[in-house]
């Protein structure tokens, strides 16, 4: 069983709690619109404490991408922490009914189940404030052979170098990478984030990292260029294949001197963005891991994202491959 | 504060778990779609087990209701078992966020706070599963002058009888009411709750309550008619106010002779007829407290119920208000 996992995802395990807020909300806690920040204990308990009444899902952007990639039908495993408290039960429950092979226990102490408090102002956009809580104590005895076994390519979410032994825990899964024939797959998490370990993840990528997935924002960030073209220039020094998210412009895929644009499907109506990025990533690696060319991976990707944004929620839903149309592959 | 009360709720608090499931997942767990059954811990556990990723959310009839009335601006307390647990703290914390004198502790020990899963098959069909958990636990004691106060207005929810110390919760709910300017509404819940305790519902009707709110199923069943023209008859031979709910069609309030009828506004697009009657309950006891006509308080109903199913989710927005034509009133 765990010698066949296609992708091990390795990321922070977090619960959304969404709610509405209006502008003046984001004024009084200072927090500027779309802005995402980490939050301590005390801070996420005085959000919570002002503001209304919420929604809970299970969420987390690679979590996401491999309960997405679970539920296309890839076998998918997952590292991250939880703790043994509800939130934590139910981000199991959920990833575990999509068939994902969650492989760390919750933990019976320490800081509860992290949360991001998604709050949504009228005009749609999300300011997110994170408290990481129990995804802190992610450490290095965390990923082993026993825990991370042989899956054909380790997914690492770009947030987990902001926990204090997130680096640790990617070397464990760099050593796994290089005595096996697994390869690295790394998620970019966000411009933020990205600015804030552009190093550590220049270096990762000289090294070891085969596929870095993000949006255009996050690669100018991670090359410091101005444009999209710039940033593609810079992708094709490294030996690495770097697929880059364009929103309604589709996405490009970097590989050395080869470059794929892919156009992005026409959608009637948008109803929420929010996972469009994730999707992409599940899809995306869906064809990897079955051998397809990369234009059929970034053609099955731009599907996935046009699919998640006309729907709410941001995980992919199990019809989705129904309407794909796979027969050219 | 606690004067000043214009309505204090006494319910199952229950926090929803709604998951997108297909007809095969209906049969394969012996559920008839549409059905609302109560099941306990073990067939909970299995059933959430076999369930896909949810999505949670405080629920409950009746605590729909007074968050709608919190919501649109009413002074509003709730009584409600829950547990010192997560979902125990999400549900107080949604009610509390919009203003709810929530007058229960959490409950230290006893069972975890109540969950009901709603199934949502592709044909956006509700099948209901109800752990009652803390709420089985609601007794007597809970209802005391220092917790219930003096409300204008006390709202039992049919549901309650369903727990084995609820009719003596209920019962100290009546005798509050007759020692001072209490009135009593009752809101039915559903036509199989009221077929379970038809008899126990008829003699609160007769001795204490004022203000009896349901759909025409449930009025149906309780007066066991075959018609809503029966029903509204047997209705005129009470001394109470009874507001007849009909989907599309409006709504009735029968006060003896007097029969008013309401049309439903007009609806763009049904999004989600969930909750419906909840918001019809709140918007129509705000009127009541405000001392409005029952036309009146009929009108603001059916907006509301109107303004609900053209949104994602149960519960009455806070805006609603701003969109009612009060000036008429």
Redesign the interface.
């Known amino acids: 069983m765990i010698a066949s996992t296609q992708v091990l995802g390795i990321s922070n395990a977090i619960v959304d709690v969404l709610a509405?807020v209006d502008e003046e909300f984001l004024a009084r806690i200072d927090a500027p619109k779309g802005s995402m920040v980490l939050v301590d204990a005390d801070r996420a308990q005085e959000v919570?404490?002002m503001?209304?009444?919420?929604?809970?899902?299970?969420g987390g952007s690679v979590a996401n991408t491999i309960?997405g990639f679970a539920n296309i039908g890839g076998r998918a495993a997952y590292i991250g922490r939880v703790a043994d408290?509800?939130?934590g039960r139910?981000f199991r429950?959920?990833?575990q009914?999509?068939g994902v092979d969650v492989r760390l226990e919750a933990a019976k102490d320490g800081a509860p189940t992290a949360r991001c408090y998604i709050l949504i102002t009228p005009d749609g956009q999300r300011t997110m404030q994170t408290y990481l809580g129990a995804c802190l104590e992610l450490n290095e005895s965390d990923v082993t052979e026993r825990t991370a076994g042989k899956p054909e390519i380790i997914l690492l979410e770009g947030y987990v170098w902001d926990t204090p032994h997130g680096q640790a825990a990617l070397n464990a899964a760099f050593r796994i990478a290089d005595r096996g024939d697994t390869g690295i797959a790394l998620s970019l998490s966000d411009a933020d984030c990205v600015a804030r370990h552009r190093l550590g993840f220049l270096d990762a990528i000289t090294n070891q990292v085969k596929l870095v997935i993000g949006d255009d924002s996050e690669f100018i960030r991670l090359f410091e260029v101005d444009t999209l073209e710039e940033a593609i220039k810079k992708a094709a020094e490294y030996d690495c294949v770097f697929a880059m998210t364009r929103s309604e412009k589709g996405s490009v895929i970097v590989n050395g001197d080869e470059t794929v644009a892919q156009k992005a499907y026409p959608v009637d109506e948008v109803i929420d963005t929010t996972g469009a990025g994730d999707a992409f990533a599940a899809a995306f690696l869906f064809g990897w891991v079955s051998d397809k060319s990369l234009q059929e991976c970034a053609d099955l990707g731009s599907f996935a994202g046009a699919t998640v944004i006309q729907q709410?929620?941001a995980?992919l839903?199990?019809d989705f491959l129904k309407n794909a149309d796979l027969s050219r592959s």
Do not use: C, F, N, W
């Not at 009444?53 to 299970?58: G, H, K, L």
């Open positions: 509405h919570y404490g503001m209304g009444p919420a929604t809970e899902m299970s309960a408290d509800q939130l139910i429950h959920d990833m009914s999509l709410v929620g995980r839903e199990k």
